[in-house]
């Protein structure tokens, strides 16, 4: 019997090469599935909120930053995740009628203040210098975790500002101010100890494009309320308050986030829209040219929401054997009720919509006082000083 031919030695290379070939497609659909699941690139959100403005008259700046924190809040970015500061104190306020409150519109149906707001840097707290080192990460070791940004290179982080401003600078306190050079160098500390992602900043203040214009660290993608030379005008006068309750870009911004759940599909190029001219009055600017994505690709959640990455499973997974099948049923009036939170109430698309209210009319504090002088002084020149003799 003729003895088997031994196998040539390429055989085993050319089986392991094709079983290669297949397995790599078979996984080419994995892959995909993979990347478009991480397409974004993060995993996680954060949100530095601040408004730099003191004093009563300047309550719609207030107004201004809890609305975006209230939206934020809403849309899945818990307070662990949000720095918000906060220069002056309007719902405590002495001059404020409804204490504990503020209402960004004239309607006062939209506290924007709520039960639950967590301020971290509060009256003299908000300085430029604690600015730049929450930012950059260069805070004493004794710091509350709640005042730190302990963001990474996998966060997407949205930094907005409000306040008084002009070219290159932007007030804190009406004491001291931030110039565009200062954001610019700390955005770079960032970029550099990889303490962001994806970074958005918002700033609603007069002249507010100059704020952006020294940026120059990659994916920095920004707006503004108004151009270099503009004004950014206050909207929402409240008779009963005496100031103005939002800006105008900021009231826009809100009414727009008020549309987004956390499954929308909305993107940047929406939110650049949202103002126009007509609108805020002023000329609202965006930059994009160091952002490395497309705006039409970049969903407003990314920034304005809470990343939460699931894996869809077709298995049912029992975490209890004892406890499959059985269901418990509560009594309804053994049911807890919680306390209303301004997220539940009624979006801001509805409210703007509504008629003011009419209110109780009560006569002026001296309008008693001088009715009773002009009834006083009709006596005395009708009748004389002769005839008060009759009257007592």
Request: aromatic share 10%; charged share 20%.
């Amino acid at each position: 019997m003729a003895a088997a031919l031994p196998a040539p030695r390429w055989l085993p290379a050319a089986a392991a090469l094709l079983w290669a070939c297949c397995g790599s497609a078979a996984t080419d659909g994995i892959q995909d599935k993979a990347e478009q699941f991480f397409r974004s690139g993060h995993t996680n959100n954060w949100a530095v909120l601040v408004c730099t403005s003191r004093f009563w008259f300047n309550y719609r700046h207030v107004a201004n930053t809890l609305s975006v924190y209230r939206s934020v809040k809403r849309l899945g970015i818990p307070d662990s995740h949000i720095v918000l500061m906060l220069a002056d104190d309007m719902a405590c306020n002495p001059r404020n009628p409804k204490p504990a409150t503020v209402f960004s519109h004239k309607n006062m149906e939209l506290n924007v203040y709520g039960d639950d707001v967590e301020v971290d840097y509060r009256s003299y707290e908000v300085t430029v210098e604690n600015f730049l080192r929450v930012l950059t990460g260069r805070i004493p070791p004794s710091t509350p975790r709640s005042k730190r940004l302990l963001s990474d290179d996998r966060s997407n982080i949205l930094i907005y500002m409000t306040g008084h401003g002009g070219n290159g600078f932007l007030k804190f306190q009406d004491s001291e101010e931030i110039t565009n050079v200062e954001l610019a160098d700390a955005f770079e500390q960032m970029w550099q100890k990889r303490r962001y992602n994806e970074l958005l900043f918002i700033i609603d203040t007069c002249q507010g494009a100059s704020m952006y214009e020294r940026f120059y660290s990659p994916n920095i993608m920004a707006l503004a309320s108004s151009q270099v030379g503009e004004d950014s005008l206050s909207h929402q006068p409240d008779l009963g308050i005496g100031v103005h309750l939002m800006d105008r870009y900021t009231f826009y911004v809100l009414e727009f986030l008020e549309e987004i759940h956390p499954a929308s599909q909305t993107n940047m190029n929406d939110l650049f829209q949202v103002c126009p001219r007509s609108l805020c009055v002023s000329t609202p600017g965006h930059r994009t040219d160091l952002f490395q994505r497309d705006p039409q690709n970049v969903l407003i959640t990314d920034f304005f929401g809470s990343v939460r990455k699931v894996e869809i499973t077709t298995e049912t997974v029992a975490l209890d054997p004892n406890l499959v099948g059985l269901e418990i049923r509560v009594p309804d009036d053994e049911m807890a009720t919680e306390p209303l939170k301004y997220a539940e109430q009624l979006p801001v698309a509805q409210i703007i919509h509504q008629k003011p209210k009419q209110k109780d009319w009560h006569p002026p504090g001296g309008f008693i006082l001088g009715l009773w002088a002009l009834i006083i002084m009709v006596f005395f020149k009708t009748y004389g000083i002769k005839h008060m003799k009759y009257i007592f």
